[in-house]
Each structure stands twice: as structure tokens, then as C-alpha cells.
């Protein structure tokens, strides 16, 4: 059974329709990213998906149980399975590198703080940054920044990584230590659900992709199907011009 | 001048000194009774406006209501309603009960707007990471937006807490005993005009000063600049 099941999944932000009927499955230590045009709602659902908007219409399950956007026990539950990494980082300002790792598991679920921070210290040296430990965000570059929100993500070991556009607001040469992170949980089997523009990145890492426009998904298949036989014209038609550059 | 120097002992005598003494007291515990009381009030109001904190729209309605209806009312009219208002009630309250009241409720109106703006001028982003990690919204507040929003909530509390020390000489309308109701019985007394304003314009400023020391520590505490 796949792990996460969208189904129907429709959301609007007032009148705008930003969802409309998205369907898509991910398997346990799967790799799925998606693509498309911007405004096409890649974004908005991983937002759904973490309780940030309300779903309208629509159901997930996650290991066969559907999710009940509307009960906040049940959103409670979803955000400990799954860890959203945002473009902007967003890591807490007035916290250091560490404390933005430990601050949800010592006192969002109460565990020893010792503990906790040894493991922290492991994952942010997993991600390059145990020399940096101490930094407050504003003293470190958007590449550390996003590695520290990776970190601050896998604290609450997740079971799914939702990564929304991780490098897109970094500067060019910053974008490769942060795929390399990515690579990383990636050989760990980390499952995860990544929004990304990276193209080369896509291809190689994902085992399926999923490209969206206008709220929907057109196509679904494996890398060498979007990007080299699409069978939609939309899809090859995005693809055309992303490729081209 | 020599004649304002002359008059110099006979205006501090020791019965005069505790009269002044006495009404700076009065117009300190005014300022910091009604400023406390309102501030929390405020702080409140904004946090109950939050609608990641407060759910429940009516109630965000109505603490919107309260700063709307309160900050439009002139301090003068506003101690009228509250001193007529007690009487209606038949309560036989102190003047200082009357004036703290009306204070308190002023403050509580302009708090929650500079607490407001800094609570907004927190990056939604903030909201949102919190959040998702389950944090709930008053630990939000707490652990996350607070620790941000007091270098920009502060300031203009403190200028308002300022301006509101000057505010409650309008409560001498009401007889109540504060420093501007004690220059005007000195200055009735016979004692110079420039004696007595002068000297309640030293103590206001030295009330008003200490305040501003109390703004600068309360900002390298809460607001120390690392908290960015």
C-alpha cells in the first residue's frame, strides 16, 4: 500500500481555486517531485498537506487512513509524520542554529533536552554545519540557512520530507550543498515529496515526477518520461522550454 | 528674580515639601497602577485579535471593537463616563480608583494597537514554521514572535506611557490630588505662578525621565539586538 495517498484533492484560497481534483500517490522510501509552471499550486499542496491551508474537497491517507484536516489531534498527527522545509528557510530569528533544531522536540514533545540536543548536534553535522552550531540565522548564508531548516525538519523524524522550492531563493553557488544534503537523505531512504525547479536535480534523484499546471496534475510518471518522451502536450511543452536553458 | 528667591523657603517649607511630595506620589501611582493595568489589558486584546491565537471570530471582533470605540474617546470625556459612570453604579470609590480606571482603559486601547503592530511585524513565515511543528499558537507567541516583536512593541509604548503621565493632569478636573491639583492650590495660596509650575515641571520630567531608563533597560532585556 502506498504510503501517502492524495485523492480528489481540491483547495482555494477565497474564491481562487488553487487545487483542483489532484490525485498522486507516494511509496515508503520513494522520491517523488514535482514539477511545472509557477502559480501551477506545487507549493499550495505541500502547504495543504502540513495543515497550513484547509483542503476543500478531496481526502489523504497516510498508511491507509485518511486525515481529518479539520480536527486539530488529527493535524497534530500529521505534522509528527510529515516535515515541511520551506523556500525561505524560515528558521526562528531569535534562536540560535541548535536551539531552532531542539526547540520543537524539548518542548513541543517534552523530551529530555540532553538528549535532544546530542542528537541536533549530530544532524547538524550531518548537514556540514557542526562548526556553526551557535550562529544565530542572520549571521549565516541562505545555504547554511536551509541546511539548519533540513536539520531543524529530520529532528522530528518525520516519515516524509517535504521539501517546497529548497533552492530557489538561494544564489547559484549556493545550490549544490544543499542538493547534496538532499542526496544524502536520499541514500538513507528518506521518503520524500520535493517541489523543485532543479531539472537535473529532478531527473536524477526522483523516482517518479509529477508535473502540474493550473492546479492539476497533467502527467505522472518516471524522470525518463517527463523529461524524454512526455506523452502531454502541456508537459512536453513545459519541459521544451526549461530544457532549453 | 530676586523676589521669586525670596519666596524660595517659605514656598519649600516642610508642609509644602510633603504636599508636593504627596501628589508626585499620587500622579506616579496614577501613571504606573493605570499604565500596568492597561498595558496587560492590551497585550491581551492584541493577542486575542491574532487569529492564530483566537479561533473564535466574535471574539476577535469584539477586542477590535473595544480599540476602536476606546482610542476615539478624548481622555477628558472618557474620565467623565468612568466618574459618572461609578456613580451611577453607586459605587463610592477613591478619586484615585476613578482616575486608574479611566487611565487603564485608555492605555488598554493604544496598547493593544503598539502591541499589534508589533506582533504583525513578525514575517508570517514565523507563524507558519511554528506551526508546522505543532508549537500551538500561544507557544508560537511565546517562544517564537514575542522574542521579535518586543524591539518594535517597546518604543512606542514607552512614548505612549509618557504622554499619558502628562494625561492624568487632567484628572485634576476631577479634584483628584495629582501634581497639576497641587500647583494650582500652592499658585491659589498666594506662591508665584512660576514657583509652582515650575516645579511640578521638574517632577513631571523627572517621572517622565525615569520612565524613559525603565524603556532602555526593558529593551536591552527583552529586545537585546541579537534578537533580530
Redesign the interface.
Known sequence: MPHLVLDSLSADYGRDPVLSDVGLSVERGEIVSIIGPSGSGKSTLLRVL???LRPRAGTVAVAGTPVDYGSDAAL?KV??RF??V?Q?Y??????TALRNVT??PT??KGRPAGEVEAEARALLAKVGLSHRVEA?P?ELSGGQQQRVAIA?ALA?KPDILLLDEVTSALDPELVSEVLDTIRLLAADGMTMLIVSHEMAFVREISSKVVFMADGRVVETGPPAQIFDAPQTERCADFVRRILRH | MAALLDELPRFFSYYNVIFLAQAFAYTAGLSLVGCGLGFVAGFGLAVLRQERVMRFAPVRILALLYVELFRRIPFLVLLMVVFFGFQLAGADVPMFVVAATTVALSAAAFSAENVRAGLEAVHR??W????????GGL?ALR??VL??AWRIIIPPSMTYAVGLVKATSIASQIGVAELTFAAKILNQKGFSPALCFGTILVLYFVLCWSLNRFAAHLEVRLAPS???
Open positions: 502540513v495543515g497550513l497534530r505534522r509528527e516535515a515541511i520551506f525561505q524560515n528558521l526562528f530569528q531569535n534562536m526547540v520543537a518542548v513541543v544565530y542572520d531543524r522530528l | 513565515n514565523q507558519d514554521a511554528a506551526e508546522t511543528l505543532n508549537m507557544r517562544l517564537v522574542p521579535q541579537r534578537s533580530r
